[in-house]
Structure formats: C-alpha cells, structure tokens
C-alpha cells in the first residue's frame, strides 16, 4: 500500500519559515549548548547578543601531536581536481599551466672542471584539458626532488618530466631551468685569469608526442660600429683631428635545439659565440689587456645584422645543432635607443609575435 503525503514535498512559504525560526530560537534560548551542538550548531547564532566570533569555538594552539593517517588524508578537500562545474570562465584547454622560480641546487656536468653545484631556478609547466579544474602544483615539485640529488643531463630532466607528466595525467609538458654557469677565462695579454658568468637555461619540450632539447646562452660582447671606426679614421686622415668610434655593451640570446643522441657542452655553445664575435667583455685587465681589447675591437667591427649572420655561420657549422635562434640586442653608446636582430633557423623558434618585453630581458648590468 502506497501512502502519499503532499505536505512533505510542498514548499513551505516565507511566512511559515519565519514562525518556524521563532520557535528555534525560542528553543535555542531555553536549550543547553550539548543540546544546540547535538541537534546543529550552527543554531547557536539564532541566540540573541551571540558574538561572531564566540562560534564556532576553534583550539587557538598548534596540535603539535596531530599526525595525519591515510583516512584524514583522503577526507582533505582537493578543489584543484574537483568536478568540471567548478571551472570558472572559458571552459578551454590552457597549454601551460605549473610553478615558476622554484630554487634548489642542482649539479652540473662541465666540459672541463667536473661537476659544478650551482643555484638553479626551476619552471615546470603541463597542459591542462579544458574539462579539468586545476593541476596540484606540488607534484611537479615532488617530481623534481625526486632527481635532484642527480647530476643533470637531459636524460635526468626526461625522467623528471616522465614522473610528473605521469602524475597530472597530461599530454604536454615542458622543464625549463636557468642558472648562472662559471668558467675561468684568461685575460689578453697580461696571463691573469677571472671568472665570467653566463646565463644559461636547459630546456626540454614536449609537444604532440615530440621532444626537444634547447640549450639558451646569453653572450656578452663588445660591439664596434664599423661607419663610427670609418669616420673617425677620416678625421684623422683628412684634418689630423683626434676622433674614437662608438661601442658598446652588447648581448647575443642563442637558443639552440640539440639533436638527438648528441653531447653538446655548455662550453661548446660559449666557443662557438666567442668565435662568432670574439670581443667578448673581459674580467680581469691590465693596461696591457686594455689596449689589447681596443684592437681586438678595430679589428672586429660589427653592425648589429653582422652579429646575427656571425653566430649563425658558427652555429650552420656544428652537426650538433638542429634548429636556432638567436636575438642580438646592441645597447648604443651613440643612440638614446638600441640596435636589435632577430634571425631563426627551423620551425621550432618562429613565431609571427615577440613579447613586448624581450629586448628588456638583454641588459646584462654585471
């Protein structure tokens, strides 16, 4: 036998809910705090002259005994991998979604010194499906750490990459990191020797099932205008006149894709530069070094387009390297403005727009 009740299902009206919450606070009055906790605690706030803040009553000191077990554990809230409901704004998928500046210690094979510890800063981005919410930004983290202890090759960032694209259950994944690389160079004349720092990052891609190795060098030089080192000379010729070209700090950015199955060392990629152009700014100089450079520089003279073809002769030349580009960026002495180039080699660096900001990133203040 079937009973119906239709008062269950009716909505009651606005004037039936307010009697109802007299008579709850009429009960919320006379009632013990147990009680209230027992039937619902919010009802606490039904009580008149009751304190914001007075509910609910929270422990104020840190549980320093609380462990965690794996049924607290799986109880926790995860809004990032919630349901696709929660997707706020354009339900598309992002191409890049991860952490930024993550630091640790990472050692290094170098070509000549064995291996070097250095500072590195870590971005680790996957792609995002447009119906999931979120990734748990700690696993890529967790990845990494997993391999830190590890000298760095790109076989280690790969494993890394493999854990975590496995972790957030993406298809496209990319490690990038930057550090400040040492190598002890010799002055030109004077046998003195420094350290000159490069600014180096690793770079691994996956893309549609496809990976790719990038090495990123930025290359510090001295730049020499060839018109100025012309007219100055004929000042000389013409009217014994006393007249100095116009150089100045210049910054080669050379990204270069490594082939598969090849080594190419960080110091390979800087030899290459520094034969391209090899006024490379000094570290440690003498008079004798000073004087040295200053014919280093006559005998070199480069328009910031000559830069550009310059690293690339060196860079065509190397069976190492698959596709390349490099962004050149000479920062006048004579002008209020910069001289800058861009030239590619490959599908893997072209792209229609720059950042805004790009030439910024050139300044190299030591």
């Not at 000298?151 to 496995?166: G, M, N, P, R």
């Not at 490594?258 to 090899?278: Q, S, Y």
Request: glycine share 4%; charged share 25%.
């Amino acid at each position: 036998m079937n009973l119906h009740t239709p008062e269950i299902d009716r909505h009651p009206s606005r004037d039936e809910a307010a009697e109802a919450l007299q008579q709850l606070r009429a009960w919320a009055t006379r009632a013990t705090p147990a009680e209230i906790a027992d039937l619902d605690p919010s009802l606490a706030r039904l009580l008149p002259h009751t304190a914001e803040d007075s509910y609910p009553v929270l422990s104020r000191s840190y549980p320093h005994a609380f462990e965690v077990d794996a049924a607290y554990k799986d109880d926790l809230p995860d809004l990032q991998n919630g349901p696709s409901s929660l997707i706020r704004g354009a339900r598309k998928p992002i191409q890049h979604v991860g952490i930024s500046n993550f630091r640790l210690p990472i050692r290094f094979h170098s070509r000549d010194s064995g291996d070097l510890a250095l500072e590195t800063s870590v971005t680790g981005t996957v792609s995002l499906e447009a119906e999931k919410k979120g990734i748990n930004m700690s696993r890529i983290m967790r990845s990494f750490y997993a391999h830190a202890e590890k000298t760095f090759s790109f076989e280690v960032i790969q494993a890394a990459l493999d854990d975590y694209k496995a972790d957030l259950e993406s298809f496209d994944a990319r490690i990038q990191m930057r550090f400040s690389y040492p190598v002890r160079v010799e002055s030109l004349r004077s046998g003195l020797h420094g350290y000159q720092y490069y600014d180096i990052a690793l770079e691994l891609v996956e893309l549609a099932g496809q990976r790719k190795k990038i090495v990123h060098l930025d290359y510090v030089y001295s730049s020499t205008c060839p018109c100025s080192l012309e007219l100055s000379e004929h000042a000389r010729r013409a009217r014994g006149q006393l007249a100095t070209p116009h150089s100045q700090r210049s910054v080669a950015r050379i990204s270069v894709e490594v082939k598969d199955g090849d080594c190419l060392w960080f110091e390979d990629v800087i030899d290459m530069a520094r034969a391209a152009v090899p006024t490379e700014t000094q570290v440690m100089v003498k008079r004798e070094d000073e004087q040295a450079f200053a014919e280093l520089n006559a005998a070199n003279p480069i328009f910031v387009e000559d830069a550009a073809r310059l690293f690339c002769a060196q860079l065509e030349a190397d069976p190492r390297v698959g596709d390349f580009r490099i962004v050149a960026s000479h920062q006048e002495s004579l002008h209020s403005h910069d001289a800058v180039s861009i030239l590619t080699e490959g599908d893997t660096f072209t792209c229609d727009s720059i950042d805004p900001r790009l030439f910024n990133t050139l300044y190299h203040v030591g």
